[in-house]
């Protein structure tokens, strides 16, 4: 059983900045590609940050040069570090992630496919105002 765990949403103002964390509970020694997606009320999900199988990083247009995203060597952790937030930022964002055999990973290429994600964290709240 794998589960997602997501940590580091809340609230801040204009111009400020987050940390959020996601950790894989899952199998020994697995790697996992993973990914940050956010959805906004009303809105559709939307790619924030990604990295894939051979540690090539993605960013969503919006948060481009604002967002920073790693994760570490044994690549079952994934932080974002948010900064120069904004008011369209705010959303709930969620962790996915796909478990990754020698840097294969079927979100290779296609790291903003919501479906190729096989696990799902809750999602956290970032509210600016």
């Known amino acids: 059983h794998v589960q997602l765990v997501e940590s580091g949403g809340g609230s801040v103002q204009t111009g400020g900045s987050l940390r959020l964390s996601c950790v894989v509970h899952?199998?020994?020694?697995?790697?996992?590609?993973m990914a940050w997606f956010r959805q906004a009320p009303g809105k559709e999900r939307e790619g924030v940050a990604a990295m894939d199988g051979y540690r090539n990083i993605h960013y969503g247009d919006k948060v481009k040069g604002r967002f920073t995203v790693s994760q570490d060597n044994a690549r079952n952790h994934l932080v974002l570090e948010m900064t120069a937030l904004q008011p369209e930022d705010t959303a709930v964002y969620s962790c996915?992630?796909?478990?990754?055999?020698?840097?294969?990973?079927?979100?290779?290429?296609?790291?903003?496919?919501?479906?190729?994600?096989?696990?799902w964290g809750q999602g956290t709240q970032v509210t600016v105002s």
């Open positions: 996915a992630a796909e478990e990754s055999f020698g840097g294969a990973c079927n979100t290779n290429g296609h790291h903003w496919v919501k479906g190729q994600y096989d696990h």
């Open positions: 899952g199998y020994d020694n697995a790697e996992y590609c």
